[in-house]
C-alpha cells in the first residue's frame, strides 16, 4: 500500500443570518482546512456586536 499526501487548497464562508428578512449579520472567509468550531463563537459575538440595542439573538442554528 501506498500513501499519497494530498494539499486541498480552497475557501469556506461561514455566516449568520437572520432567518426571517435572509439578512447577513456577521461572516467569516478562512481556510478550508480548519475546522468551524474555532469560529463559531467569535462569529455569534459580532453578530451580537451589529445588533445591539436593535434586536438580540434568541437561538443560533449551525447547519452546513
Do not use: C, S, Y
Not at 499526501?5 to 464562508?13: H, I
Amino acid at each position: 500500500m501506498h500513501a499519497i499526501k494530498v494539499t486541498v487548497n480552497g475557501w469556506k464562508v461561514l455566516l449568520v443570518i437572520d432567518a426571517v428578512t435572509r439578512m447577513p449579520l456577521a461572516i467569516n472567509v478562512g481556510p478550508i482546512q480548519e475546522h468551524e468550531g474555532l469560529w463559531a463563537r467569535a462569529l455569534v459575538t459580532r453578530a451580537r456586536m451589529h445588533l445591539a440595542g436593535d434586536a438580540r439573538l434568541a437561538k443560533v442554528v449551525f447547519d452546513q
